[in-house]
């Protein structure tokens, strides 16, 4: 039986509960589950009900979101991010990938994974692999996108490694206040330090994805994290 709600909204429920009734989170989180048929929250969050496909994970984002999309290498973080460009391009939206990672072929290759073709969506579409790619590159290429339009960058440390570039807190700054002034989403890929996988945690968080330079990732409106085939999303400040 699906959740009556995304699991980020079941953990806002859960929010104002423990604010309402003075218990501690994890209580209120635990009451939601049991509401939901589960015994406790950590089962909630590992059925199967709470990991959404690309079409429910998409119609989670709201325009204007900024969305981190974390994962381990092969984890399926690149695919995801284009499978919500797919999303979005099924619904006639227009959908932008920008990679210092990939190259024109690869991506096509991509989408040939996903059982799509990046020629079906002609005209909807674009893939930018320039070296030039930063925050102030991105927002110049998408000044003329029209509301909606879901752009994906693929990652986050690479923006990091143009010595011409501002500091990445300020890119990820321009790159939030771009998609709430246009109404577009931002996902940006983010790689996770290998120290995850020597952990017992089901799933990555912010505390693992790898900066080199200070960043503060509650500036994300969402943060979504892949394992083993899985995901689990979550809003920021919850």
């Not at 290429?141 to 994906?152: C, D, E, F, L, W």
Request: one cysteine or more.
């Amino acid at each position: 039986m699906p959740l009556s709600a995304p699991i980020f909204q079941l953990k806002r429920s859960a929010k104002s509960i423990s604010r309402a009734q003075k218990i501690p989170l994890n209580q209120a989180l635990d009451r939601i589950a049991v509401e939901e048929g589960f015994s406790q929250w950590s089962e909630l969050v590992s059925s199967p009900q709470a990991q959404p496909s690309p079409t429910r994970l998409f119609n989670e984002l709201q325009c204007g979101d900024l969305v981190l999309l974390g994962g381990r290498p092969r984890q399926g973080k690149t695919a995801m991010a284009l499978k919500l460009i797919i999303e979005a391009m099924k619904q006639g939206r227009s959908g932008a990938f920008f990679t210092l990672e990939y190259n024109t072929h690869d991506v096509a290759e991509l989408f040939s994974r996903i059982g799509q073709s990046s020629r079906k969506f002609d005209g909807l579409f674009q893939c930018d692999n320039s070296d030039d790619i930063d925050a102030h590159y991105v927002i110049q290429q998408m000044n003329t996108a029209a509301r909606g339009t879901v752009i994906a960058i693929d990652y986050l440390q690479l923006l990091d490694q143009r010595r011409q570039s501002p500091v990445i807190a300020v890119q990820i700054e321009a790159l939030k206040s771009f998609a709430r002034e246009r109404g577009l989403i931002i996902i940006i890929t983010t790689q996770i330090d290998r120290s995850f996988a020597l952990s017992a945690k089901r799933f990555p968080d912010v505390k693992d994805v790898r900066l080199p330079n200070p960043l503060d990732l509650s500036i994300f409106d969402k943060t979504c994290f892949m394992n083993g085939g899985m995901l689990q999303m979550q809003t920021s400040g919850i």
